[in-house]
């Protein structure tokens, strides 16, 4: 299913940068039927957005900071956010901002049964990334636009990349054995699906690869399998945890 999304950004809480590779990557998850940007436009640090706000046809929304030290954005954002829930107009939201205080907002839209997107910084508290179904960091946009354009530093690249820890290989391993059959293999997709849930900003880009079928064949700890899809042309690919014994013996 399609879904048709309500993209909901704080324009305070966010880098302007990059906002055309920010809604292509949207696009691979839903129709943006709703596009709107909060903030304060009278403020100079906005002004950078408003030329990439027609290039992209995202709606500003205009909030005043009326008290020093309070986010008015959040609020204007959040009541938005419930208008749209209760109009029954899309069947998800994307919620692009590194503030924590979004948390209960996707918390609640999840619970409404809104399939809820999360997009932001590395910094972005982890209270929110856990609220949403799917988390994405936008260095991870960042970085994918940079290569594209042949401009990506390799030092930017590095420091972009998670290292696989042990207990990044354990998430796997146990996902794999909570979808194993009686073999010890498991479709991949249904792997992938399964990390997702468990872990929102697991993504395989976020350590250098653009696919989980790469990512796990680099750790080493996996047996990988083609099979063929009666459906379609594409195979299918299955996945089971080695067997340690084996792996000893070999050495």
Known sequence: MNLNLAVLIDGD??????????MEEIAKYGN?????????WTKPHLSK???LLLQNAITPIQQYAYTTGKNATDSAMIIDAMDILYSEKVNGFCLVSSDSDFTRLAT?????????????ERKTPTPFIVACDKFIYVEIIRTQSEKKEGTDQKDKAKESIDKITPKVINLIATTISDLSDEDGWAFLGDVGSLLQKKQPNFDSRNYGFEKLTPLIKSIGHFDLEQRENPKSRHKLIFVKNKDKRKARSKK
């Open 49 to 51: 957005w408003k030329n």
């Open 32 to 40: 943006p039927t709703i596009k709107r940007i909060y903030g304060d």
């Open 13 to 22: 809480n966010i880098p302007s940068a990059h906002v055309k590779e920010m």
């Open 108 to 120: 609640r839209l999840r619970e409404a049964g809104m399939q809820v997107i999360g997009i932001g």
